[in-house]
């Protein structure tokens, strides 16, 4: 058994700033009734702010009452007129009575019969009509507005203190409200306009195909003011409450952005936001939801919810953490005893050795950070997906934000370039191997040789991922100890469900090459079994083992996963 010299310690490094200050909040430890006290002081003076901009009268009994969220319609042209794009006219199943928008007089009904009174000057027009029936002209987006006006305001569902929720048609005061918003929004200012500016990669290319070129057009007016009022509430906090309260709001604005859709119609699920990201890429809804942040209640994609969810749940694993554990092929939450997941920042390598249970989280590459030879036991990481740059691209709907919250918490002007993935630009393998391999490198430096352990995950159908890890831990001096396969996602999440996609994960576990390794230890591959996910990944997992051990060339260990991987279909048949 190894002596310690000093407390065990934790050091965590990331070239993105969002990873690191998420780590550094979750790891500081600090009292649950204090985080509460900060949190209900500033929900409070959010709610003193913005009540007034999200107040409208209950249906049944005028009595002023709280909005919860309000539907917006997709405003579209053909050739002859303006409509409106909704997703669909059911806002609500019941079971006895359904509530339904009537696509003629855009009023909120509840039942099977409906007669209008008026008709609106704008029709309703359900997603998947490509054509007008009166010109026969397609119809098209429009583009040459902002996108926060290319949505109409049509439904409100509030919370009455006497009836309870409720669905209603937007009126005439409720366009006064939205109005006041617009007019108080001239009078804020989020800095210089051009840091907003949307930069063209992966993903966001689909932003700037519908002529959206600033992060601030995804949000509505009211959503604008909230960030606003956010921003001074957190300027009169001190730096340590600033993180953890700048880190909910960031969170908050993927329930809080135009780019919402609803799928509260669906009666197991009553109020429930699609919120943006749910396809990890960014999708654009006809009927967008705009929510309300301060809701009293503890509704989807609120502050309150996420302030249960996200901070006081995430707290109280941390003190008393809970894994699962298989017993008779059965699931069991266990507690771990005696662990606790948090503890003292440290600013430097120095500090870190000094007193109990500190933590280092720096920003910066991984390959080239500064650390004493042989300190670490191990080294955990997630590398990245070798061709999946989507994650990179798609922060900066929040990086553009946080760099305001917490502006002096990171580097916001780092190089994503630096990356193992290029942000903004296609992947190129090489590249790939090249970073891994002087993260290995420094990963092979820092560790014990005699105990020291490197751990990661890792999938992919492509021949050519396995191939530039594979050379880029060969040159790093690793050997692989063994493999585990596990459950990577679930099998009916929407990002792989229906998908030729891996569910699995295989476990790599590698330690320094001393000149140790016994030969013969991975046994030669013959082939991969593409007959299921978890074959797939056990025996990718199997064929990097020996070609670790092995003595092959390059050349020979990239022709070597060809065969393996691209010389096979998914049927394990030779193509080709």
């Known amino acids: 058994m190894r002596p310690f010299e000093w407390e065990q310690v934790f050091i965590g490094i990331d070239i993105d700033p969002i990873p690191v200050l998420q780590a550094k909040a979750s790891l500081t430890q600090s009292s649950i009734k204090h985080k509460k006290d900060i949190f209900s002081w500033f929900f409070k003076a959010l709610k003193d702010k913005l009540t007034p901009l999200y107040k409208t009268l209950c249906p049944i009994c005028n009595l002023e009452s709280e909005i919860q969220f309000t539907l917006y319609g997709l405003r579209k042209r053909c050739s002859c007129r303006e409509v409106i794009f909704v997703d669909s006219l059911l806002l609500r199943q019941d079971n006895h009575n359904d509530v339904n928008i009537c696509s003629t007089c855009h009023e909120v009904y509840t039942g099977k019969t409906h007669s209008c009174q008026k008709q609106a000057n704008t029709p309703l027009i359900l997603k998947g009509t490509r054509c007008c029936e009166k010109c026969g002209s397609v119809f098209d987006d429009i583009l040459d507005e902002p996108f926060s006006k290319r949505y109409i305001p049509l439904v409100i569902v509030g919370s009455c203190i006497e009836h309870g929720a409720f669905f209603k048609s937007v009126d005439n005061d409720d366009l006064v409200v939205i109005t006041q918003a617009l007019s108080q929004t001239k009078h804020i200012s989020f800095g210089n306009s051009q840091d907003f500016r949307i930069p063209r990669g992966p993903k966001s290319k689909d932003l700037l195909r519908r002529g959206i070129n600033s992060f601030q057009e995804l949000f509505t007016h009211r959503q604008l003011l909230y960030l606003s009022a956010s921003l001074y509430c957190l300027s009169t906090l001190h730096a340590e409450d600033q993180l953890w309260l700048a880190l909910l709001v960031s969170t908050s604005l993927e329930f809080n952005c135009l780019l919402c859709g609803y799928k509260g119609s669906d009666i197991r699920r009553s109020g429930a936001i699609r919120h943006v990201f749910s396809h990890h890429a960014y999708s654009f809804p006809y009927t967008a939801l705009e929510n309300n942040p301060v809701f009293s209640g503890n509704t989807s994609g609120t ?55 500190k933590f280092l989280v720096l920003q910066g590459d991984a390959g080239g950070v500064d650390l004493p030879d042989g300190i670490a036991d191990y080294v955990v990481t997630d590398p990245p997906y070798f061709d999946s740059v989507q994650y990179s691209d798609l922060s900066n709907f929040f990086r553009v934000w946080l760099c305001r919250l917490l502006p002096h918490e990171a580097d916001w002007h780092y190089n994503p370039l630096g990356s193992a993935v290029s942000e903004g630009g296609s992947s190129d393998g090489r590249k790939y191997g090249e970073v891994l391999g002087k993260i290995w490198e420094n990963c092979f430096r820092v560790l014990n040789k005699e105990y020291g352990r490197l751990i990661f995950t890792f999938h992919h159908w492509k021949p050519e991922a396995w191939a530039e890890l594979t050379l880029s831990l060969k040159k790093a001096k690793f050997t692989l100890v063994n493999r585990y396969v596990v459950f990577s996602e679930n099998p009916i999440s929407v990002h792989i469900m229906g998908l030729k996609s891996l569910k699995h994960d295989t476990v790599l576990i590698l330690q320094p090459n001393i000149g140790e390794e016994k030969p013969g230890k991975w046994l030669k591959p013959s082939l991969i079994d593409f007959t299921d996910s978890y074959s797939f990944c056990h025996d990718c997992g199997t064929a990097l083992g020996w070609f670790l051990g092995s003595d092959v060339s390059e050349e020979d260990i990239r022709k070597g996963w060809k065969y393996l991987i691209g010389g096979k279909d998914n049927n394990g048949k030779a193509s080709g």
Do not use: C, H, Y
Request: proline share 4%.
């Open 303 to 357: 502050l309150n919810r996420l302030f249960n969810d996200r901070i006081q749940k995430a707290w109280e694993w941390a003190i008393e953490p809970v894994e699962t554990m298989i017993t008779n092929s059965s699931r069991v939450k266990i507690k771990i005893i005696g662990e606790i997941d948090a503890g003292e920042p440290a600013n430097d390598w120095k500090s870190l050795r000094q007193g109990e249970r």
